[in-house]
């Protein structure tokens, strides 16, 4: 990673800790809140990843928070804001990654009445595609060599009727600047992930002659991934993802901390949610839903029973998963999180840097590592002729 862009001041620390670690703020010990204001103020940021930060909501942020920020953004080499982003401050790079919010494509875009999907006019949030357009033909305007790769995310929504001909019109763009593109609709399961998530993707390979364009073709012929698809017995058991092991004190503690109180609500939750566990026993043959932004919803990813071991008085009834059991199964290691953990600083009396409901949002948020794992071999592949 050589460089990154995003706004949402959670995913920037958690983004910076899993990959850099623990954070040394030696270099930031002489700057005073006021000067740490003045720069970050510059930053067009998000504590949400909706809508920018007030400035009333930075200046509530404490000093440890802001220094913490600013760390996270310089060891990342964040640009924070795509639209302000230009080809030229971009470093070289071979791959370059993008993804852009999912609101305006998914269903429930018509409860909001955000009707404009990936139109390049309707000016919201997932029109925020456009930008890659705008910096692509910045590279060439200014002689810069375009990245021979790049890698779209988004739900599967975005190839649905409401939005395929603008994702078509996004699709001739990037040929008309050489690029060969290969799209995918992906199930976690299929890559043994024992979660329902389909997500589509599209690598895009530029390709400098008609054999290279003809070599590529022929790659992505041969290995498409939406070939693969594997059998319930290859899935991981979902028992390898969740911490039912209530002796931990860290597992049992983040239990309780995912027991909401039991209203009429969830009843219904209770109800029509997947039981993936009763109190310390998988259910292994089943696999988790979709891992969303928000597990105390309905229906949710999954829950786990309680039927012998109750954790809390407030429900007797169920759990939901806890952040941890949420990053496992988007493929993170144990060991990620804990280094999350670990560093998540308390900022005041008992307020953390990241609290469970943005650890669960960030999951939501990200891909599926296996996922993307394979992908990232079918680059290394590509490497060789291109």
């Not at 990673?1 to 270099?27: C, F, P, R």
């Not at 649905?160 to 609709?185: A, D, M, P």
């Amino acid at each position: 990673m050589v460089a990154t862009s995003d706004w949402e001041i959670g995913a920037i620390y958690a983004y910076d800790i899993i990959h850099n670690g623990k954070q040394n703020l030696e270099n930031y010990r002489h700057h005073t809140k006021e000067s740490l204001l003045e720069i970050l103020s510059q930053y067009n940021l998000s504590n949400n990843g909706k809508k920018p930060m007030s400035d009333t909501a930075l200046k509530g942020m404490t000093t440890l928070q802001l220094k913490t920020l600013l760390a996270a953004i310089h060891r990342t080499n964040n640009l924070v804001d795509i639209t302000s982003v230009h080809a030229s401050a971009l470093p070289d790079a071979d791959v370059l990654t993008y993804s852009f919010p999912c609101q305006d494509l998914s269903v429930a875009r018509h409860w909001h009445h955000n009707t404009g999907g990936i139109d390049r006019s309707a000016h919201n949030r997932s029109s925020l595609l456009w930008q890659i357009e705008r910096l692509l033909h910045e590279y060439v305007g200014i002689g810069k060599e375009l990245p021979r790769f790049l890698l779209m995310e988004n739900v599967s929504a975005i190839l649905n009727r409401k939005n395929i001909t603008n994702f078509h019109e996004w699709c001739s763009v990037l040929e008309g600047l050489g690029y060969v593109n290969q799209v995918y609709t992906l199930d976690a399961r299929d890559f043994g992930v024992p979660q329902s998530r389909r997500r589509t993707y599209m690598l895009s390979v530029r390709a400098d002659t008609p054999k290279q364009k003809e070599d590529v073709e022929l790659y992505f012929l041969s290995h498409n991934l939406e070939d693969i698809s594997l059998p319930n017995d290859k899935i991981r058991p979902i028992g390898d993802y969740l911490r039912l092991d209530y002796s931990n004190e860290v597992y049992r503690k983040e239990a309780i901390e995912s027991t909401p109180n039991f209203t009429p609500s969830r009843e219904r939750i209770f109800n029509n949610s997947r039981k993936l566990a009763t109190d310390s026993t998988p259910n292994n043959q089943i696999v988790a839903g979709t891992i969303t932004t928000k597990q105390d919803r309905d229906p949710n990813s999954g829950i786990v029973v309680y039927d012998k071991e109750v954790l809390t008085e407030s429900n007797t009834r169920y759990r939901n998963l806890t952040p941890r059991e949420c990053f496992l199964l988007m493929g993170f290691q144990e060991s990620d999180f804990d280094a999350l953990m670990e560093n998540n600083k308390e900022v005041r009396q008992g307020v953390n840097l990241l609290n469970n409901s943005e650890l669960i949002k960030l999951a939501g948020n990200s891909i599926v590592v296996p996922v993307l794992e394979e992908i990232f071999k079918q680059v290394e592949d590509i490497q060789q002729i291109v």
